[in-house]
């Protein structure tokens, strides 16, 4: 599996994947994080670990919680879109990776690890869908040596949560916490496997709370310091008081290895996914429509605010439920049913916990004054429903769903011309290019759209070389399409 990149240069473009159309996010049944957390967690328990003077003692969080947690291979054909792990380009500046653990493909099976924890005593297990995706076979290991074929009871790519599930009874659980609860600056530790290196523990803080991630907007991240490593990825990230308040998932790096920066998914965002996987074998995302931008001082100024809060809207989709309701390019988005938006960032994530269909309320700033919208939340599409909508062009020969850049995305990013990846299989996933680039020309020819580049590839051979912008840097890709 390929990371997705910090693209800067879109990242208002990027926030539509929570919020516009053609874009992934995610939603369902709403589930608050305190009924989530309240449907598998026994009653709040005195902490197992507490500062003290000097540093915490974390050995009855290990002793506790560290049977629950599980080694995971995963294997399937080279064929398969299954990758366990992060991506080491040396080409690419910094990434967020995430971090399975590979083994080398070279044409025969593919084979990766990474981590889970056991939610429930009859065998259900969390990890990231990465870990698992596209996997022909995957193998669960207990630390008492036990080994299980699991099976994958769902997965969601959008959050990047997966359900596994085992026949085993009377298995040891890890205690779920609330993320909410959770204070920036306070001790966390994390339980996984990296580099294979089974059921290895480190700690360290969170250092940010509710990140978000311009390729994953839709997940209000937890930002640690704790070393997390390939192998790290699925595993719980737990509290002193021996409760878990996150899936580790993603590092920022230049390197590929742990380089102080790592990013948690909140377990109420996972216990939300299981919950719609477990009750209907499929997880629903909700959207408004919109494309969403921070507001500056200077914004705020030009738009007669007092002070910079609020999510402001710089294009609605014409066939959304926000154009519907009459939102417009310029109004502010200050509250969804009366919880404040104190930065852009914070809608998405609160969008995509809605399930399709939920009557909301929007308070907005437009011309000076505030308004209430009403509207009902959309759904956004599934990667497989997006590929099949109009303006996009999936091409099976290179493996890639395209579309031209809105007038936003061309000023945004300084491109006049070229095309966004919305989905990549295939050679072009094989090749390394991500959902997120920009293909600007093949074999040297400028790409000006789609029908423009189905041309190209007919007068192609077996391979073809495709310019793409990443993270403000191109770089060529070679691609064999055969």
Partial sequence: MHAPTFKRSLLAAALIAALGTG??????????????????????????????????????????????????????SSKTAFSGGGDDDPRLPELFRRFGRPMPEGGTPAQGMGSGFIVSADGLILTNAHVVSGADEVTVKLTDKREFKAKVVGLDKLTDIAVLRIAA?????????????????????????????????????????????????????????????????GGPLINLNGEVIGINSQIYSRNGGYQGVSFAIPIDVAMNIQEQLLKNGKVSHGRLGVTIQEVSQSLAESFGLKNTAGALISSVDKTSPAAAAGLEAGDIILKLDGTEIARSTELPPIVAALRPGTQIKLQVWRKGSTRDIALAVGEIPTPAQAVASGGEADNPRLGLALRPLNPQEQQQSGIASGLLVENVSGPAAKAGIRRGDIVLSLNGQEVRDIEQLRGLLDKAGKTVALLIERDDAKIFVPVDIG
Avoid at 24 to 42: C, E, K, M, S
């Fill in 23 to 76: 874009y992934a996010t995610l939603g369902g049944d709403i589930i608050r994080p305190a009924d989530a957390v309240a449907a598998l967690a026994p009653p709040a328990a005195a902490p197992l670990a507490g500062p003290g003077i000097g540093l915490p003692d974390f050995r009855s969080i290990v002793e506790h919680s560290g049977p629950a947690v599980v080694n995971i291979s995963a294997s399937g």
């Fill in 169 to 233: 009874k009377d298995l040891p659980v890890v205690r779920l916490g609330s993320p909410g609860s959770a204070q920036v600056g306070e001790w966390v530790v994390a339980i996984g496997s990296p580099f294979g290196f089974e059921n290895s523990v480190t700690a360290g803080i969170v250092s940010a709370k509710g990140r978000s991630l311009a390729s994953d907007s839709y997940v209000p991240f937890i930002q640690t310091d704790v070393a997390v490593n390939p192998g790290n990825s």
